[in-house]
């Protein structure tokens, strides 16, 4: 077995007990699909955004809705196979409405699974997509939370890992004047997984 069919056995153990999660109210609230991510499990480069939509909690599958279609062009522009990459989200369930995920949500979602994803797929780089993944994933030290108009496209080093804060595909799909910082931030980011090989 190599490295990588190791790591996606260790991550389908990890999902095994939480296909059917009610250990915060989003197990509760009309979820069909538990969306845990998809991938390379032994991906260099991993995408957290927010939280599941519509697409992605009817299809269980994580960004394939209009903003995953707009991630997966500028992955392709940016040269970089989606297969060879790992996407997850914050919460695996979708919120009601597509609202934010709240702490409790967050904080219990990130406790079972996000940080056990990272810690099997040990990625060096993580692209946080928009505000709320970003700062999920921080604490500042005033507990204020970074604004990713400020922090956009700038290296944080955080516990050995890389994150690189983008905008949203979802924000790039109301903003269409921010598309090219989009994509030349995953262009980045590919550089700086190219540069860690």
């Known amino acids: 077995m190599n490295i990588r069919e190791k790591k996606q056995?260790?991550?389908?153990?990890?999902?095994?007990?939480?296909k059917n999660c009610i250990l915060c109210p989003l197990g509760t609230l009309g979820r069909k699909n538990v969306v845990f991510g998809e991938g390379n499990p032994d991906a260099d480069l991993m995408f957290i955004g927010e939280a599941p939509g519509r697409?992605?909690?009817e299809q269980g599958k994580p960004f394939v809705g209009m903003s995953g279609q707009l991630l997966n062009k500028a992955l392709e522009?940016?040269?970089?196979?989606?297969?060879?990459?790992?996407?997850t989200n914050i919460v695996k369930c979708r919120p009601p409405n597509n609202r934010l995920p709240t702490e409790?949500?967050?904080t219990t979602c990130k406790g079972i699974l996000l940080y056990n994803q990272i810690r099997i797929i040990k990625p060096k780089i993580i692209c946080t997509l928009g505000s709320h993944a970003l700062n999920s994933l921080m604490v500042t030290t005033k507990g204020e939370p970074l604004k990713i108009t400020k922090v956009r496209g700038k290296i944080i080093q955080r516990d050995k890992i890389?994150?690189?804060?983008?905008?949203?595909p979802a924000y790039i799909l109301r903003n269409r004047s921010e598309l090219i910082t989009f994509v030349n931030d995953i262009k980045l980011a590919k550089?700086?997984?190219?540069?860690?090989k």
Do not use: V, W
């Not at 056995?9 to 939480?18: A, R």
């Not at 890389?162 to 949203?168: K, M, V």
């Not at 550089?191 to 860690?196: G, I, K, P, V, Y």
């Open 9 to 18: 056995e260790l991550l389908n153990k990890l999902y095994e007990p939480y």
């Open 55 to 57: 697409d992605e909690d």
């Open 77 to 87: 522009i940016a040269g970089i196979n989606r297969q060879d990459i790992f996407i």
């Open 104 to 106: 409790l949500e967050s």
């Open 162 to 168: 890389t994150l690189l804060p983008i905008y949203h």
């Open 191 to 196: 550089a700086l997984t190219d540069e860690t």
